[in-house]
C-alpha cells in the first residue's frame, strides 16, 4: 500500500463516527480542480508513509477511533487494498472507501467479502462528459457500473459531485441526479480553488453563489430523497 498522507482524526469525514483518514497515492483521474495534487501529480508526490507507522498509529487508537476512511488519489488503484482491508478490520475498525468508481471489478470484491460499512463515491460529470471533466479517457460503462454496485448494495453510502460553473451546468448536475433516481443522499460539494492540481483553473473558475446552489438542490430533489450542500 502506498499512503500519501494520514489525518489521525476527523469529526466529519465518516458521518456520525469518529475516524482517521489515510491517503492512498495515485489516481487515474486528472480533474483540474482536485485538491489533494501531491497525491495524483507524480512531479509532487512527497516520500510515502511507511505502512508500519500507519499501523502503530492505528493500533494506538483502538479504543479512541471508530473507523478509518481509505480515500486518495483513487484507493482501489492500490492491488493490495483488500488485505489491507481485511487488516483493519481486524482490528475492529469500521471503513469508509471514497472512490472515483472507476474500477467496478475491485468494488464489487470489497462488497462481497464484507470489508467496506461506507462508500462516497465521487460522480465527475453526467456520463457524456466525463471524459471532458476528469480530462482523461473514460470507460463510462465502468462508471454506471460502479453506481448499480452501490445503490443495490446494503452498504451505507453518498454520491457526491464537485461544482463550478465553469465545470457543470445546473443542467449537468440534474442530469447526474436523474442517474441517481431513489437515492437516500446526493451531495453538492463546493468548488474551492486554493490548492489544485491545475492553476489554469484559477483564470476560469466561477463558483456558484449559494442561492443558486440552494435552487440547484431544490430541483435535485424531485429525483433523490435528500440533497445537501456543502
Not at 483518514?21 to 486528472?30: A, K, L, M
Not at 493490495?80 to 471514497?98: A, H, T
Not at 464489487?108 to 456520463?127: F, R
Amino acid at each position: 500500500m502506498i499512503i500519501g498522507g494520514l489525518q489521525r482524526f476527523s469529526l466529519i469525514d465518516y458521518p456520525g463516527k469518529i475516524s482517521a483518514i489515510v491517503f492512498t497515492r495515485g489516481c487515474n483521474f486528472r480533474c483540474p480542480y482536485c485538491h489533494n495534487p501531491e497525491l495524483v501529480d507524480p512531479q509532487r508526490y512527497a516520500e510515502p508513509w511507511q505502512e508500519e507507522e500507519f499501523w502503530a498509529f492505528l493500533q494506538s487508537r483502538t479504543q479512541k477511533l471508530d473507523a478509518v476512511v481509505v480515500t486518495g488519489g483513487e484507493p482501489t488503484l492500490q492491488e493490495d487494498l483488500q488485505p489491507f482491508l481485511e487488516k483493519i478490520r481486524k482490528m475492529g475498525f469500521l471503513i469508509k472507501l471514497d472512490t472515483n468508481g472507476s474500477n467496478p471489478d475491485v468494488l464489487k470484491d470489497l462488497l462481497s467479502a464484507n470489508l467496506v460499512d461506507y462508500i462516497a463515491m465521487d460522480i465527475k460529470a453526467p456520463l457524456e462528459k466525463y471524459s471532458e471533466v476528469a480530462k482523461v479517457p473514460i470507460d463510462k460503462t465502468d462508471i454506471e457500473k460502479s453506481i448499480e454496485l452501490i445503490k443495490q448494495s446494503t452498504v451505507d453510502h453518498e454520491f457526491r459531485t464537485t461544482i463550478a460553473k465553469n465545470v457543470l451546468s445546473k443542467e449537468d448536475v440534474v442530469n447526474i441526479a436523474k442517474m441517481l433516481q431513489g437515492e437516500k443522499l446526493y451531495i453538492l460539494q463546493r468548488c474551492v480553488p486554493t490548492k489544485i492540481l491545475d492553476p489554469l483553473f484559477l483564470a476560469q473558475f466561477e463558483p456558484y453563489t449559494h442561492e443558486e446552489l440552494e435552487q440547484i438542490a431544490n430541483l435535485i430533489e424531485n429525483y433523490v430523497l435528500q440533497c445537501l450542500v456543502r
